[in-house]
T-cell receptor
Framework: AQSVTQLDSHVSVSEGTPVLLRCNYS??????LFWYVQHPNKGLQLLLK??????LVKGINGFEAEFKKSETSFHLTKPSAHMSDAAEYFC???????????FGTGTRLKVLA | DTEVTQTPKHLVMGMTNKKSLKCEQH?????MYWYKQKAKKPPELMFV???????INESVPSRFSPECPNSSLLNLHLHALQPEDSALYLC????????????FGPGTRLLVL
């Protein structure tokens, strides 16, 4: 069965410092993986996706993620945090032949001034 | 354009009311989704429509009734809801469903009194 684990429920960083949000997945098949961001009382916005092309995926707003099959990981990074990055982040896996997104439990990112 | 629109933004209803949520997309997507999201939790899938036919119902109570009048429009009819149904209801769409990126609307914040 497919699953995704977000290793940190909360992450705090100072503005201008790097961001690392961790995600591990479990899948029997070659997965598609996504990161979404959700600001308070808003919908989910796609940051980036991995669909078996390049293992380093660049997304919007300076975010990127690296697919590491050997570690079953898809961690999200950003070199320099901005106050506007404070939000909830969801890692999602979807596998072959299904419509269903499997969501991680989310990581709340706090950015300190 | 990757926009999914939802109306209304906010809805307050009593337990005996009947109301509807509306979702619209003009991206030519053929799969549309309803999710329910409680505070501090990831979205939970409720229904999936593919090519205007209901393809997934995640054992949702019958007080929630989805409808897909055409390929651009998705409704969720609400009747005799309970206070625990208060949540953010998110609509999403994707190109044709399987393993495709889902694009989310901003959601309708529902409060049941």
């Amino acid at each position: 069965a497919q699953s995704v684990t977000q290793l940190d429920s909360h992450v705090s960083v100072s503005e201008g410092t790097p961001v690392l949000l961790r995600c591990n997945y479990s899948s029997s098949y070659s997965p598609s993986l996504f990161w979404y961001v959700q600001h308070p009382n808003k919908g989910l916005q796609l940051l980036l996706k991995y669909t078996s092309a390049a293992t380093l995926v660049k997304g919007i707003n300076g975010f990127e993620a690296e697919f590491k099959k050997s570690e079953t990981s898809f961690h999200l990074t950003k070199p320099s945090a901005h106050m506007s990055d404070a939000a909830e982040y969801f890692c999602v896996v979807i596998t072959s032949g299904t419509y269903k997104y499997i969501f991680g439990t989310g990581t709340r990112l706090k950015v300190l001034a | 354009d990757t926009e999914v629109t939802q109306t209304p933004k906010h809805l307050v209803m009593g337990m005996t009311n009947k109301k509807s949520l509306k979702c619209e997309q003009h991206m030519g997507h053929r799969a549309m989704y309803w999710y329910k999201q409680k505070a501090k939790k990831p979205p939970e899938l409720m229904f999936v429509y593919s090519y205007e036919k209901l393809s997934i119902n995640e054992s949702v109570p019958s007080r929630f009734s989805p409808e897909c009048p055409n390929s651009s429009l998705l409704n969720l009819h609400l009747h005799a809801l309970q206070p625990e149904d208060s949540a953010l209801y998110l609509c999403a769409s994707s190109q044709d469903g399987r393993r495709e990126t889902q694009y989310f609307g901003p959601g309708t914040r529902l409060l049941v009194l």
